[in-house]
């Protein structure tokens, strides 16, 4: 073969793929598209959209008209919503190589938010680097290194919970900042004045303005970040510029503290200060500050109101479900005894206090739509035509109410996860609760032991009863919540008293032993 013909046998062959791709590309575009409920001209479904109502239970709604991957659109952009574990893992698991970016999020930019892993774009150096750290230190082996923290945390919490009685819920906030704050910082909350305790709830609470991330008018249009604050859809940018120093604060002010401690060598181990370590004496980049800034900004922003919104739900759970209390208090009894308190080597031997744990994620997640991902290229599914750039949508509250899996979902049951062969319902675990693919949520394993040794020591030690009310009444709080990216129970009252006279000492005991 000569030169000529060889290459003319290359380029007719890249002439082929290429009318292939068209081809093929062109006749994926002919499918159909997700069928989705009826939208208005031009604004699609700005107006139906759900925003104070539980989302996540109208989009199950919806989903057994149209199916568990529908389609709807805001002015022309397409949202992509997915309503069943075996779609959500299909797609964001199984096709993670085109279903793990972030739709654009100019509002969180804004306010700061971009050094944070969940606003960071998939094909970028600065989520690989980000990533590693977490892969490194909160690894389900990593986590380990955390558990004395944990533990300390749980026996303050129920300390606290003894002496305070009614205030759970601003106890269990209070809990997983301290651990957050303790493992990023190496910070141990100590009273309520705590400077970390306050920027931490001001930083959280800008999740509550900013509106769902990458669903804003100024995300869909950006440039509207430019327009005066009067102009009609530009109030999420000027009330994000009000809080960028407030985000700010919250990253600086730490790193700044760990930074003269290690000057000092007064630093605690925590992962700032291991990753500081880690790079010596060398000298650190703007960008190399903003990625430390950010994990350790993540493991706070991330890990707080998650954790405590599912331990909140814990005590709701125990008012409503008496006998799961019960019950989870008797096999801490038979395992652990009366006359120390329980311990992660427990863990295996508790499995109704685990079935608890997972039932709270499942009962009422606490991401319910999840945080939603962005595909980067066209894909084809179920013979349905998805288009490069959807945000994708995983409807975790959806999956936890899946009839087809969970019998009686709005129940609080347990048992349901226990195998058959000893009465349970052998349902599968609720792993959606912590997202999907490569966007998975890499606090997960620390996650799980901070409620699950909070759990086990408040079953060891406390009861959790209902409030009475003037006339002497039993109030039964109804199952309320403020919605958001994270959904909160709203406050309920409650009382929590020592189980005994022992578990009482026990616990003053090993809170006397907490280094200062
Ligand atoms: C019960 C507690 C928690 C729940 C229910 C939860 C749930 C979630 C969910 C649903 C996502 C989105 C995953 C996706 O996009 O598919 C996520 C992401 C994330 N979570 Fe968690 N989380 C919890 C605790 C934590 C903790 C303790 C940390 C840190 C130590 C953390 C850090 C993060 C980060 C950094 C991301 C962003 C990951 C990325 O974008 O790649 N979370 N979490």
Sequence with gaps: MTLAEGCLGAVSTGVAICLLYYFIGNSARRLPLPPGPPGDPIIGHLRSLPQENEPGKVYHEWAKKYGDVMRVTILGRSMIILGSQQAATDLLEKRRGIYSDRPDTPVYDIMGWSVNLVFTKYASTRFRKLKRVFQQTLSQNGCV??????????????????????????????????????????HQIRSDDDEYIKIGTEGANSFLVGGTPGATMIDLFPILKHFPAW?????????????????????????????????????????????????????????DVSVLKGVAGAVHAGGTETTSASLALFAMAMLLYPECQKRGQEEVDRVVGRDRLPTFEDKSSLPYVSCIVQEILRWHPSVPSGVAHRSTEDDIYRGMFIPKGSVVIPNIRGISLDENVYKNPTDFNPNRFLPKSVGGNGEPVFSAAFGFGRRICPGKYLALRSVWIAVATMLSTVHITKAKDKHGNEIVPPLEFEHGLISHIKNFPCNVSARSETAHNLVVDAVGYIDG
């Design 145 to 186: 290194q955390f558990q004395q923290t944990q533990i300390e945390n749980a026996h303050i919490l129920v300390n606290d919970l003894m002496k305070n009685k009614g205030d759970y819920v601003y106890l269990i906030g209070r809990y997983s900042t301290s651990i957050s704050m303790r493992i990023a910082y190496g």
């Design 231 to 287: 102009f009609p859809g530009t109030h999420y940018a000027e009330t994000a510029r009000t809080w960028k120093p407030v985000v700010d604060r919250m990253h600086n002010y730490p790193y700044d503290v760990v930074r003269e401690e290690m000057a000092r060598g007064l630093a605690k181990p925590c992962i700032l200060a291991a990753e500081l370590q880690r790079r010596g004496e060398q000298v650190l980049s703007d960008e």
